[in-house]
């Protein structure tokens, strides 16, 4: 057990806010600073097997479906994810728990007597915080979603057994570039010799295949080794792996791929489910903040969605799912997101958008968007809880509104709602 009574006097909220103002750039990609602090306090190796996952979309959810299926063979799994929506602990899963505020008081307690003049970002701390965390709890597995790119994110430190990358696409351009090729290197970069690895999307970049190949990896990749066939009504699908195949599994409101991806892994890790196993945990998968379900007359979703790819994939989702009246939009998204390529891939799903700006660093105050709508019938506002109540007026019961843009605006539509 964690002895929690080594803090000094801080609480979680102190600590965040304290954290955040102690490196001079929010994102400082690269791994000699975190790797100089985790090796002074022995976390630069866990004790047991480790999943990493990187990629443009889909980190979040592929991690997710991993840790129930891992959690319905009986394993105790820990995952770090991020960003968090509500409440910072929900960086760390442990048995799909979330853990006492007090116990990551104590890790960044350790890790700022262990940093001396060795300055950390939030993330890397947090990353820090993870792997402290885990060691000291009794864990057969432990999953990690990278937080940017891959070889240069803090996560990698940790040479993981299993290596994940879903998909890639245009997104972080100031700090990965905007080359899809490149890109792909990068995510690539969590992949190590002769490591088992997955690849989650068919139609990825050629360039993961290649940093794969060069290394020597154990691969499984979705259309190549390991393949989703989708029945011809629709209704259902079956993973077919090398070894392990699942049939008859229920259609999943999340990215087939992903799920594709997270069978790949058990696979990789020698795990075999039960068909009923199967499909219990794939009906069961979901993930907050993704067409997460908020209220019905009028049907409310919130999904995160915020880039050009996500934006296609819950277009895709809405006209699958078609409903009986309208379709509003509320969406509110950062400024350094390409707030026209995510409009575009929505274009003719809504009946009329509700747009807001974002209180935040990052945030557009509504510019942006703007620009990317015109043409289009949309209504601005200053906040999100304005575009969302006006929304709410003017939505039948039988209308439906999707909630969309950004982590921060799916955080402050939950606050605005009471969690």
Request: glycine fraction near 8%.
């Amino acid at each position: 057990m964690i002895n929690p009574s080594n803090v000094i006097g801080r609480s979680l909220s102190d600590w965040l806010s304290y954290l955040e103002h102690q490196h001079p750039v929010t994102i400082d990609l690269g791994l000699t600073r975190i790797r100089q602090v985790a090796q002074l306090m022995s976390l630069d190796t866990m004790p047991m097997p480790v999943v990493t996952v990187a990629g443009t979309n889909g980190k979040g959810s592929t991690c997710r479906l991993i840790e129930q299926l891992l959690l319905a063979k009986g394993y105790s799994v820990g995952v770090y994810s991020s960003p968090h929506i509500s409440d910072y602990r929900e960086r760390v899963r442990i048995n799909d728990k979330l853990l006492e505020a007090d116990l990551f008081c104590q890790a960044f307690s350790d890790i700022e007597q262990a940093r001396g003049n060795i300055t950390l970002t939030y993330f890397e701390v947090s990353t820090l915080a993870a792997l402290w965390l885990f060691k000291r709890q009794n864990l057969d597995y432990v999953i990690l979603e990278v937080g940017l790119g891959g070889r240069l994110d803090a996560t990698n430190i940790i040479d993981a057994d299993v290596a994940v990358v879903t998909t890639i696409a245009l997104d972080h351009e100031n700090y990965l570039g905007h080359d899809l090729q490149q890109i792909g290197r990068e995510k690539a970069g969590i992949f190590r010799a002769q490591g088992k690895a997955v690849i989650g999307d068919p139609s990825i970049v050629e360039s993961v295949y290649q940093s794969a190949e060069q290394l020597g990896c154990q691969l499984l990749a979705n259309g190549h080794q390991v393949h989703a066939q989708i029945s011809n009504d629709g209704q259902s699908w079956c993973y077919q792996g090398l070894t392990h195949c699942y049939a008859q599994l229920p259609m999943p409101e999340l990215p087939i791929d992903n799920a594709v991806a997270a069978f790949a892994v058990l696979d990789q890790l020698q795990i075999t489910l039960s068909e009923s196993q199967a499909k219990e945990q794939v009906a069961h998968w979901q993930l907050a903040g993704r067409m997460q379900l908020l209220q019905r007359d009028p049907i409310v979703y919130i999904d995160v969605a915020h880039n050009p790819q996500s934006a296609q994939y819950l277009a895709t989702q809405l006209i699958r799912h078609p409903c009986q009246g309208n379709t509003f939009a509320v969406c509110a998204m950062l400024a350094d997101k390409d707030n026209q390529g995510a409009v575009d891939a929505l274009d003719g799903l809504f009946e009329q958008w509700f747009i807001a700006g974002l209180a935040n660093d990052r945030g557009d105050n509504g510019d942006k968007l703007v620009s990317a709508l015109y043409g289009k019938n949309y209504q601005r506002y200053a906040n999100i809880h304005q575009a969302y109540e006006h929304a709410l007026l003017v939505a039948k019961p039988i209308d439906r509104i999707i909630i969309f843009g950004s982590f921060v605006t799916v955080a402050e539509v939950l606050a605005i709602r009471g969690g």
